[in-house]
């Protein structure tokens, strides 16, 4: 094979894409990934999860030495803010972060193409003038922010998440548009800074596709920290003046709209499929109504030897759901049987407490006329969780009300993002609650509310 042909081309070096051209070649296909950035890591390592974790991480640290260590009988008077330093953290991590895809690329013989590539035909890809053939396509060009109509993105005044995780100064106000994810989080990085933060969502609720328990629990935490809320109400215009903006905000059930003004407006209403300048319509790869990427449940596009994994194709927009795509493709391209089980993805808020997820929602059970038998487990009755001063929250176990079956889990708590990890376990092995009630915990640990959760859902928890 020469230099411009390849058994496989990745287009997107995000987690979908960078994992799927490791896996391949790691089985032995000769890879390429095209990456139009300057970076690896997608979304995620330069503009998503990593460097909104590391600002978490920082703005935690920075509240906790101002609000909870004295507690400890840790006395470090009033913190000042170095923003400065505290974006040069991030930076740092981002960076080492993006370099060490590189490095993997080079350990498993990976050619890393920087440009922007566009699908001539079926088995051919170019980047500028030169032209690459490959045995297989992958399209793994993820997602973009979605706009919001009137209320027009500057990355400045007006920001997007990639705005909100490089503001050169505090602001002393901050509206979130969209009380999802993205808008706790970064709103909750820049109200432990110290900005007065409201959160205007245009459901009655916040994080609207969490379990209905949970979204009303963090809404009362978050507010006790000092987020304000705005729900049932739309964003209409938004007027720039000076250094703020103005915005009008309507009841979404209708009725007088009201003004709002801020140093900051950061729109977090969700993101959309990125496809520009790929050529789709070219080669006929077939698009759906809402712009995601059709494909069947072995990753093929409407075109044979097009493929596409990750935000692009839809369902859950987070980067371990692409990787899984991507090493389940790559393994069906070296003619194994990769498999995604998307009935045990994870879900992480990593607000404080984090909120953690997998499986089903009281709601979705409802709905789906499923009997379930709930276990219910607090903090507060975790001793790990109250000598850490860390007992708000709960374990939710949701399990088949006939054969015990793990179902769903929700929990609100310190360290919730890993906690999960053992239900997710369950929910792959088609775990009984009782097997999990059963499995020894580690005392004290803030796993065995995990446990006790799952003894509650046969009415026998010992601690409570
Ligand atoms: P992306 O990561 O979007 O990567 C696609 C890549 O393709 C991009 O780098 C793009 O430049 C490149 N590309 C596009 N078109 C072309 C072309 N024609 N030629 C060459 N290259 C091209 N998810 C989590 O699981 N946990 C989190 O904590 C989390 N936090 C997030 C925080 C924020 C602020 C945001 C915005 C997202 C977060 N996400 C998180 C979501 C996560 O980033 C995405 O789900 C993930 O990055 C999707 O991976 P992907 O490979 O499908 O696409
Ligand atoms: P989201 O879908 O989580 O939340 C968007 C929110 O905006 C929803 O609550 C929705 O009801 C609301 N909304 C929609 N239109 C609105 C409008 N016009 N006015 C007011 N509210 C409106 O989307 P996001 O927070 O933008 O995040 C985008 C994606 O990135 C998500 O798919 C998420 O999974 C991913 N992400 C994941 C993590 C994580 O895993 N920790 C972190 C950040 C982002």
Known sequence: MSDTSFDVIIIGGGPGGYVAAIRAAQLGL???????????GGTCLNVGCIPSKALLSASHHFEAAGHHLASFGVKVGKPDLDLATMMGHKDKVVADNTKGIEFLFKKNKVTYIVGAATIAAPGQVTVGETSYAAKAIVIATGSEV??????EIDEETIVSSTGALALKSLPKSLVVIGGGVIGLELGTVWRRLGAQVTVVEFL???LPFNDGEVSKQMQRILGRQG?????????????????????????????AAEEITADVVLVAIGRRPYTDGLGLETVGVKIGPRGFVEIDGAFRTSVPGIYAIGDVVGGAMLAHKA?????ALAEMLAGQHGHVNYEAIPAVVYTWPEVASVGKSEEQLKAEGVAYKVGKFP?????RARSMNESEGFVKV????????VLGAHIVGANAGDLIAELVMAMEFGAS???????CHAHPGLGEAVKEACLAVDGRAIHI
Do not use: S
Not at 30 to 40: D, H, N, P, S, Y
Not at 146 to 151: A, I, N, Y
Not at 433 to 439: F, H, M, N, P
């Open 398 to 405: 949701l399990a088949d009300a006939r054969t015990d079956r």
């Open 204 to 206: 009655d609720k916040i």
């Open 323 to 327: 990787e899984e795509e991507g090493v």
């Open 379 to 383: 903090f507060t009755a975790n001793g």
């Open 30 to 40: 000769k890879t390429a990934c095209i990456e139009k950035r300057g970076a690896l």
């Open 227 to 255: 987020m304000a809320f705005k729900l049932g109400t739309k964003v209409t215009k938004a007027h720039r003046k000076g250094k703020h903006v103005t915005l009008t905000l309507e009841p979404a059930a209708g009725g």
């Open 146 to 151: 979605t706009p919001l109509p009137g209320v």
């Open 433 to 439: 609650a009782e097997d999990v009630a059963r499995t």
